[in-house]
Structure formats: structure tokens, C-alpha cells
T-cell receptor, first 111, second 113 residues
Framework: EDQVTQSPEALRLQEGESSSLNCSYTVSGLRGLFWYRQDPGKGPEFLFTLYSAGEEKEKERLKATLTKKESFLHITAPKPEDSATYLCAVQAPGGGNKLTFGTGTQLKVEL | KAGVTQTPRYLIKTRGQQVTLSCSPISGHRSVSWYQQTPGQGLQFLFEYFSETQRNKGNFPGRFSGRQFSNSRSEMNVSTLELGDSALYLC????????????FGPGTRLTVL
């Protein structure tokens, strides 16, 4: 069975203090790894898709990387508006579009 | 381009009742997936519909069902509601091809009393 584990569960940063979120996964043949951001009371917002080990993608202060067993979401010089829950999900072959999600990392960026 | 829309946004029901939730996907998207989100279990996959056919199903009881119409709009139904069905129900749409991105709607918050 596909499994996704995210750490830490919660993270508090000062504005400008860079850090990384971890997503470890177990899946038989990864088709894609997805990162989403979710604000309270809203649906997840798509950030990145990674398909193969060694791949990296960037968007503003965020950079996602992928290895054969885990993915990292690096946040450089975060701002308070980056506060949200970050969700990682994997997609496996034969499951249609089914995503298996981790429980997320709740990020709080303070002034 | 308009995003995924879900109606209603909030719903309060009592145990034993049934409920129908609606999802309108992004224009041109043929796949609609449904997820249940709770504080304890996180986001869990319910089922996916593609071209009016259920393509995949998660580990939920038969009380949870869905359908998709020819215009790709989808509905999910929960019969004989239980307290544990209280959750945020999220719909996501995609083109339906392999590894394409799923875009989520704002969700329907269901409270069962």
C-alpha cells in the first residue's frame, strides 16, 4: 500500500529564516509526486509536480526536489504570507488519478 | 478560466439522513475525483470518475457513491449519515491523462449532528 509521511508536523519560522519540509514515500512505481498548499477553510492549491529522481522545480521562494525515497520543499527567506499547511501526495500506476496524501506540515511564519 | 466549483459550501444534516454534493470541473477537464478531509485522517481518496465511468474507488463503505454527467459535472451522495461523516469534502478535476495535475475546489463542509 502506498504511504506518505511528512515531517515535521508543525514548523514555526521567523520571517527570512529558511528551512525545508520533508516528504518520505513508499510506492510501487512512482508516477508523480505533488506538492500543494492549503489555507484554512480552503481547498488545496497546486504548487509542483515532480516525476523522476533528481528533478527540481522552483516558484518564487519555494523549491521542490525529489529523490527515490523522499521529496523536500525548501522555503527560502519566508514571509508571513507563506504560512499555510503544505501537503505532499503521490500517484502510483494503475490507480487512475488517485492521490495518496501525507498529513501535511503546518507552517507558521512570524514577523 | 473558472476554477472548480462546489455546492453547497456548507451543510448541516442529522444522523440517518442522506446528502448530495455537487462539483463542476474546470472547462475541458474530464476527470473528477472526490476526497474526504478530516483532522484525524487527513485527505483520503473516495473515488474518481472519467467520461461518466468510475475509474477508481477508495476504501469507503457503500454508503458513499457518486456519478458523473455527460458535461463532466459530478455528484457524490452519502446515505444514512453517521457522525463520523462530518468532514470537508473536496472535489478535484483534471484532464484525465496520466500524471496530469488535479485542481481542487473550495470544498463542502458537512456537519452531521
Amino acid at each position: 500500500e502506498d504511504q506518505v509521511t511528512q515531517s515535521p508536523e508543525a514548523l514555526r519560522l521567523q520571517e527570512g529564516e529558511s528551512s525545508s519540509l520533508n516528504c518520505s514515500y513508499t510506492v510501487s512505481g512512482l508516477r508523480g509526486l505533488f506538492w500543494y498548499r492549503q489555507d484554512p477553510g480552503k481547498g488545496p492549491e497546486f504548487l509542483f509536480t515532480l516525476y523522476s529522481a533528481g528533478e527540481e522545480k522552483e516558484k518564487e521562494r519555494l523549491k521542490a526536489t525529489l529523490t527515490k525515497k523522499e521529496s523536500f520543499l525548501h522555503i527560502t527567506a519566508p514571509k508571513p504570507e507563506d504560512s499555510a499547511t503544505y501537503l505532499c501526495a503521490v500517484q502510483a500506476p494503475g490507480g487512475g488519478n488517485k492521490l495518496t496524501f501525507g498529513t501535511g506540515t503546518q507552517l507558521k511564519v512570524e514577523l | 478560466k473558472a476554477g472548480v466549483t462546489q455546492t453547497p459550501r456548507y451543510l448541516i444534516k442529522t444522523r440517518g439522513q442522506q446528502v448530495t454534493l455537487s462539483c463542476s470541473p474546470i472547462s475541458g477537464h474530464r476527470s473528477v475525483s472526490w476526497y474526504q478531509q478530516t483532522p484525524g485522517q487527513g485527505l483520503q481518496f473516495l473515488f474518481e470518475y472519467f467520461s461518466e465511468t468510475q475509474r477508481n474507488k477508495g476504501n469507503f463503505p457503500g454508503r458513499f457513491s457518486g456519478r458523473q454527467f455527460s458535461n463532466s459535472r459530478s455528484e457524490m451522495n452519502v446515505s444514512t449519515l453517521e457522525l463520523g461523516d462530518s468532514a470537508l469534502y473536496l472535489c478535484a478535476s483534471s484532464l484525465g491523462t496520466r500524471t496530469d495535475t488535479q485542481y481542487f475546489g473550495p470544498g463542502t463542509r458537512l456537519t452531521v449532528l
